[in-house]
């Protein structure tokens, strides 16, 4: 995968999770947690910019455990500072529900399916 095609894959799916988060934002029990939404959501495209360059330079290696290394530890990392966040947003705002996690867990799904789509089209590369 090219690096154009990457970000213009990319932009199209922020765009729809631009428009996603704004519309679930209208909801009016949505309403209070608009600031972690966009947040979350410039934290996964910031994310999945670092997993594409991680990931082509390690397939690129001719030790192709560094690809599986670098696949495992995205991975491990993303769901660690996602329950990081999510802890820390419930005991510093402390939400009066738990319906926080909808729009959070909304974009962390999205970008995930993309960045297992685009994770295994950098692990056909050749080295």
């Known amino acids: 995968m090219s690096q154009r095609s990457f970000f213009m ?12 988060v704004f519309f679930l934002n209208r909801l009016p029990r949505l309403q209070p947690y608009s600031l972690l939404s966009w947040a979350s959501l410039g ?14 330079r390690a397939a690129r290696s001719d030790n192709k ?3 599986t290394n670098a696949v495992l530890g995205f991975t491990m990392g993303k769901m660690f500072l996602a329950i990081l966040l999510l802890f820390g947003y419930s005991r510093l705002a402390q939400p ?22 685009f994770m295994m089209k950098l692990g056909r590369m050749k080295s």
Do not use: C
């Open 9 to 20: 894959q990319l932009g199209l799916l922020s765009l729809a999770a631009v428009l996603l």
């Open 43 to 56: 934290a996964f495209i910031a994310l999945s910019a670092a997993m594409f360059f991680a990931g082509r």
């Open 65 to 67: 455990n560094d690809f």
């Open 96 to 117: 009066p529900d738990k319906l926080f996690i909808i729009p959070f867990f909304s974009v962390y799904l999205i970008y995930t399916i993309f960045e297992t789509y």
